[in-house]
Each structure stands twice: as C-alpha cells, then as structure tokens.
C-alpha cells in the first residue's frame, strides 16, 4: 500500500516547513518516506530533502511567466493544468516509488482548493492509481487574533474538504508563535486578542461560534445592519454543520508532531495492510509444543 499527504493551506501557513519537520519525524521512527513538490513557485532551497518528485521538472512557473508573459496566479493555474494534461508524467514518476509514505508540498493559492477542479482530478488519479490519499490543511496561529480573519480560514477550510472530499486533518501551525504574557495561565496566551488562556484557545482549535456572535455594539460597522446578519447566518452554519476543528502544531514540540502524525497516521489507516513479518532468527525448535 503506498499513502500521500497532501499539505495544503494557506500561502504562508507553513506547507513547506511542516513537510521538511514530517520528514524528518518519519526518517528519526526509520519509517521509508519522499517529499512530492507540486508548487511550481517554490525557492529549492526551501527544502531540506531533494524532492523525489518535483513539478519544477515538468514545467515551473519563473519559465511560465517568463516565456508566455503570465502573471504569478494565472500562471499557476496554467503549471496545474498543464500538469493534469500529462498525468503519465506523474504516474510515471510515481511508479518509482513503492511502499512509501510520499509528503506532497502543495502551492499557498485558496482558490486551488476551493473552485478549482485540479486537486480532485489529481486525487482521482492518485485513488487510480491505489495510493491511499489524506489531506492536512494548515492554517497559522496568528489568525486567532482576528476573530473574523480566523472564520474566515474556517470557512476556506470547510470549503476545501468539501471540495477535495478525502481524510482530512485540520492543523493550527505556529503554535511556538502564542506568547507567554498571561496573568491567568503562565504557559500559554496569544497577546494581541485576549486570547489568554488553554481555555480561550480551545474555542478556536474547535471552533466556537459564539467567537463570532458580537453584539451590535461591538461590531467593526455597526451601522450596518446586514453584518450582523451574516455573522449570525455563519454562527448557523458553523453550529449546524460542526466539519472542522485543528490539531495544534508546534513545530518546536517533538510531542507535538508526534500527536499531528499519529492522526494522519490514523486517518490513514497506516499500515493496517501490512503482513505480519516473519521471524527471522528463529529456529524450529525454538517452538515447542508443551509450551
Ligand atoms: N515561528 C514559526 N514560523 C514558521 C513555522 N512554520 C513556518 N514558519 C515561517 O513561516 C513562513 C512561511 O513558511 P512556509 O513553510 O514557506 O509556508 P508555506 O505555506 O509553504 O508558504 P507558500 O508555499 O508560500 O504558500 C516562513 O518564514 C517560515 O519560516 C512555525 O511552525 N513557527
């Protein structure tokens, strides 16, 4: 059985750091793994493994702009087209690689998980294919101080499962980046907010809307009616459709990574497929029967 983690999120949220932190995690257990670059934007010097598979060989996207005058989203979009139109490229690439755990680094632009169809198309290839596929989607600390930027990354959040319709695991990265000034719990708060305790910070690992239910006097236009509205119509839509809750990330954390792989792991049902391996060093005699 081989698995791919699709790394999603966000530009920014940290895609490329957790990849190179989940590799090393899995190299230090002495578990087989390969990073898989599909963002045709990336630095090389981003990672800290050669890519086993690196999209900057098909097609990368200083060549798009430079020889097709594109601009930096169109010729995204562009790079992951051309992509889907030489899917035996991939394939290909991947027939390399078995019984690997493959960390795929995706690009940062939302709209590739919520409108495009590219990332559903490439995992219908990659299920085609028999690699068991999950999706983690990061989105950092720092958008818990800003109530509505954070529902914001709630909904793009949702919107992705939706769209990509895989295992999913949500993850709050940065977490190293919540500050230590809180009067109530010395361990742990996020200064700018009022996000001061474990207790404040639960509501945003699983979403509170009640975060979001501000009273009219406290809303950024108040004068305007129909914000209110839509903060309430969201409180609806998050109360009844509960999807999404985060993991919390600290990449300076070996525990913390540790709990983050052990859901992906879960998620995918990691090794439940293996055979159990023979004894090697064991004679026949070594079993008796009166045992
Ligand atoms: N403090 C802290 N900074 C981080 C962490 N993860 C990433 N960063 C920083 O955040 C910035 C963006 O990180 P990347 O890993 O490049 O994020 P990305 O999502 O791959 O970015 P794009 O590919 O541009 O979408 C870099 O400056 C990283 O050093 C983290 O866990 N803690």
Redesign the pocket.
Known sequence: MRYAVLVT?P????????ANAFMTHLQTLKRSANLVNL?PA?SDA?YEYQPAIDIKELVSLEDVMSELNYGPNGGLVYCFEYLLQNMDWLEEELGGYDDDYLIV?C??QIELYTHHPFLPTLVQNLQRLGIRTCAVY?IESQFMEDKYKFFSGVLSAMSAMVNLEVPWINVM??M??VTNNSQDDPSISLPRNGVRTQKDIARYLDPDPLLLASHRGHDPNPTNPKFHALNQALVQLIEEHPLVSFLP?D?TSPDSIETVVSHIDYTMQYGEDEEPKEPKDLDEGDFSDDI
């Open positions: 999120g530009a920014g949220s940290g895609k490329t750091t957790f963002d990336v981003s680094d690009p940062g990061l990265s940065k190293d980046l990330l990449l």
